[in-house]
């Protein structure tokens, strides 16, 4: 029987930031996740909020919910969902790394860095939701 997620939903401000950044790292803590990679995860999860705090909601306000899901020892399910304009941030191609700087195309770098730092992410749009799926481990990357 599969573990009932840890839920919180919070506006998608940044004023929000350090709460639901604390969520997640108690969430991972729980996992038995190392100071080293909670780190990393707080890199993932800052760069995916504050694209949804400037992004998701040009119209106005709005809300952003994080689940967290561990079947397993070592092991984080993450599900990031907001009600915003449908973004999927998978449909980028990933930046070249090789250009020179004055070539290189100007977005990109941070979604690059959260597809290294996590084992599996998916995007979904479910109704009026966006909903981006971490799968994450608790061994720290090798970049």
Known sequence: MAAIPDTISAPA????????LGFVDSCAERQGFGPERMREIELVMEEILVNIFS???????GDVEIACQGAEAGKLRIEVCDRG???DVLD??????????????????????VKQLVQDIQY??????N??????DSAPANL
């Open 13 to 20: 401000k940044l004023e929000s930031l350090p709460l639901l």
């Open 55 to 61: 992004y998701a909601y040009p119209e106005g306000a």
């Open 85 to 87: 304009v449908p973004f």
């Open 92 to 113: 980028r191609t990933d930046p070249d790394l090789e250009a020179d700087i004055d070539e290189r195309r100007i977005g990109g770098l941070g979604i690059f860095f």
């Open 124 to 129: 979904r749009r479910a109704g009026e939701k």
């Open 131 to 136: 909903v981006l799926t971490l799968s994450v």
